[in-house]
Each structure stands twice: as C-alpha cells, then as structure tokens.
C-alpha cells in the first residue's frame, strides 16, 4: 500500500466523520425580552416582517442569530463598539441588526416591575451578563449610541442558572420609562475571550396602567394579551423558547462534553484508528528480509538456476 493511498483513506474518513462533529459557532442570545436577532432568525417567529426582512437585506448573518461576538474587548466596550454599531457589535455580517426602525418586534413591559430575563444559550459559557435600557427621549428612528443608553447597567449577574436550555436573570426593570425604548445586553465570558451583544426592543408602561391581576402575576413586567403585529407580549414572544419551571444548575456545572463536542472526540477517535490500521496492515506487507545463505524461490531466467543470496 502506497503513501498516496493511505492518505487517500484517511481523507475520506475524515471527510465522512469530521463535518458531523464540528462544533456551531453560535452560543446565545436574549428571548425574552426578545432580541432583534431571535426575532429575525430561523428559529424566530417574526422572520418575515418587514424589518427583518430589511435587515437581511442590509446585512444580517441571521442563520446564526446567536453568534454577535467580539473576540478581545474585555470589559472595554464603549472603547472597541462604535456608536451607531451597537446592535451588531461592530461586525459587518450583522450590520442590518442596527437599522434605525420603530417597527422592530417589541416585548411589552412594565415599567419598574420585577422581571425573569432569559438568554437562550446554545453553548454553555460562564460569564457576567449587564443589562443597559435606553433613556428617556430616546429616539428609535436614529442610530443607537452609548450615550442613549444607562451610563451604568441596571442589572449585572454573574453565572446565572441554567434552566432548559436559557440563562434566568430575575431583576428589576427601570421605573419612569414610557413608550418605545430598547434594553441593551453585553455578555462578557469568563472561559472564553469573547463578548455578545444584543438589543431587544421594548414597550415600557407605566404600573398605573396595569391592572392589579397583572401586577401580581408571574412574570408581573410582561402583557399577556395578543399583541400587534409588531409587539410581542411576554406569553408569546418565543414560543420555542418557553422555560420550565425546573430547579435550574448553575452554569459552571453544565459538563463541556456533550452533544457537537462529543461527536468531534468521536470522529478524531475513529480517524486516528483508521490511521493506526492502515500503517499497521503497512508493516505487515513489508517484505521480510531474506537470511544469508537461503536459496532465493526467484529463478534466473538466463541460466535457469536459482540463486543463493
């Protein structure tokens, strides 16, 4: 067996085991209240809307609508995302993520209410989340800058739990805010060198507003009622994101070994076996060395004797 052919074999299992094994660069965004990026992708339920559909046009890599992160910031985020550029966190592939709209889908919320934030996770990282909400006057027919937003979060949590498959936050929303405004979330990874962004689009109202029923509820901050096509209420916002009321596990017990990452130890476990068969069966069809003295079996063709080595 030749070298071309061994690596030929080896090419083709790798080929067949490796691009099942390969883990998705994506690993989270906020559901609730929605994002502009969950809202647009595959997975969410505003796809075809009017500013989803421009913001694909514009450029939004929303088959990963989890993936907006920046390698590097660590903690300097007004430094390295520019204003104008928060939504897509500076990167090209999600620049529609930061058009200028007032017909982004919108969570509606109660003003100054306690509030469950979850953040859909599809890799698990550790991390501190800080949550930033527009201020008063905020205008969401312009570009979103840093000095619109909060100069410090109105939430930080480090290491939330993990429950079905989203972070869960529980805190309290800014009180005073009406109207239209938008919550900003950075998430900073501990285990990692990366950094994620998002906007999520909110209707704020005032308690008063409220009935007392609804107050009480749990989730107090959100509307149950049917929302316009361009509002998403808390109850259905991301139907296939919806929680269980499970007990939760901290993120820094979830094991880093399962599902895409599994598969990958598999298919290098299964190429470095086919590798070590084909160099074996290699050696075994080496010819043995002939010892001095044995009569060759090779006739000579001339003399029709044969040889003694």
């Known amino acids: 067996m030749t070298v071309r052919r061994v690596l030929v074999a080896v090419a083709a299992v790798a080929a067949t085991v490796l691009p099942t094994a390969t883990p998705a660069a994506a690993h989270g965004a906020p559901t609730n209240p929605m994002s502009r990026s969950a809202a647009c992708g595959p997975e969410g ?17 929303l088959r990963e609508w989890d993936n907006v992160r920046v390698f590097g910031v660590a903690g300097r985020d007004r430094e390295k995302i520019p204003d104008g550029e928060l939504c897509s966190g500076g990167l090209s592939a999600y620049q529609g993520l930061d058009l200028p709209r007032a017909d982004w889908p919108a969570t509606r919320l109660t003003a100054g209410a306690t509030f469950t934030f979850r953040y859909r996770g599809t890799i698990p990282h550790r991390g501190t989340f800080r949550l930033y909400a527009t201020l008063p006057g905020y205008d969401p027919q312009r570009r979103l800058t840093w000095d619109d937003l909060s100069p410090r979060p109105f939430l930080t949590i480090t290491d939330p739990p993990l429950r079905s498959g989203s972070y869960q936050m529980r805190g309290q929303l800014p009180a005073g805010l009406t109207g239209r405004h938008l919550i900003y979330t950075v998430w900073q990874n501990s285990d990692s060198p990366d950094t994620y962004y998002s906007c999520s689009d909110v209707e704020f109202r005032a308690a008063a507003e409220v009935p007392p029923a609804a107050r009480a509820s749990d989730p107090p ?23 269980a009321r499970d007990p939760g596990v901290p993120v820094a017990s979830v094991t880093e070994l399962g599902g895409d990452d599994l598969r990958l130890v598999i298919g290098g476990v299964a190429v470095t076996a086919v590798l070590v068969a084909v160099l074996a069966a290699m050696r075994l069809r080496r010819p043995v060395p002939v010892p001095p003295g044995r009569p060759c079996e090779v006739r000579n063709h001339r003399a029709g004797r044969r040889r003694t080595w």
């Open 221 to 243: 901050a959100a509307e149950a009622a049917t929302p316009k096509p361009s509002v998403a209420s808390d109850a259905t916002a991301v139907p296939a994101f919806t929680a």
């Open 45 to 61: 339920p505003h796809a075809s809307i009017p500013a989803c559909r421009a913001a694909v046009r514009a450029g939004a890599a």
